[in-house]
Nanobody, 122 residues
Framework: QVQLVESGGGSVQAGESLRLFCSAHGYTATMAWFRQAPGKEREGVAQIDTRTSNTLYTDSAKGRFTISQDNAKNTVCLQMNSLKPEDTAMYYC??????????????????WGQGTQVTVSS
């Protein structure tokens, strides 16, 4: 069993930055951030292999977002720069005890956090 606790969401202006944190209690092999805007499906943002630190980003996140991990604290961070209004969503941390390859699918992750809201105004 894995428990995930997110923090760091908030409201910012377009162009500003935010950092999200996800603290994992339990063993994880892959962690990721997903987001879901009202009326839209949940979509992947960034993913990290906690053993190799290999990362994967969706096109919307490339060049602006960075996922990283602090092994000592068993925490994953999502640094979000140059935020846009379209980044507004509830952001969810996800974890799997398996190595996930081939893309970010929400169905591949067994554990989810409660979500943290990110609002970007223009």
């Amino acid at each position: 069993q894995v428990q995930l606790v997110e923090s760091g969401g908030g409201s910012v202006q377009a162009g500003e930055s935010l950092r999200l944190f996800c603290s994992a209690h339990g063993y994880t092999a892959t962690m990721a951030w997903f987001r879901q805007a009202p009326g839209k499906e949940r979509e992947g943002v960034a993913q990290i292999d906690t053993r190799t630190s290999n990362t994967l980003y969706t096109d919307s996140a490339k060049g602006r977002f960075t996922i990283s991990q602090d092994n000592a604290k068993n925490t994953v961070c999502l640094q979000m720069n140059s935020l846009k209004p379209e980044d507004t969503a509830m952001y969810y941390c996800a974890a799997s005890q398996s190595t996930i390859i081939g893309g970010m699918s929400a169905r591949a992750f067994e554990y989810w956090g409660q979500g943290t809201q990110v609002t970007v105004s223009s």
